[in-house]
């Protein structure tokens, strides 16, 4: 699980905008962009190229 005050730091790569925890806790989620960053061995892989689309 993330720190909440790493959480409350990251930002999306692509907008730059705020990231959330999806309700799994294995994804940060950009609403904004409609892009969802792994998070692998509690390190979130913040990489545009390697985010996946949101299930909308």
Known sequence: ??????LD???CPKCK???????RG??????A???VYEIKDDIPIM???EA?????
């Open 52 to 56: 996946r689309p949101l299930d909308t």
């Open 9 to 11: 730091i990251l930002a």
């Open 17 to 23: 905008g705020p990231v959330s925890l999806n309700d």
């Open 47 to 49: 990489l545009i190229d």
């Open 26 to 31: 294995d994804g940060l989620v950009c609403p």
């Open 1 to 6: 699980m993330l720190n909440k005050e790493l």
């Open 33 to 35: 962009c409609k892009l």
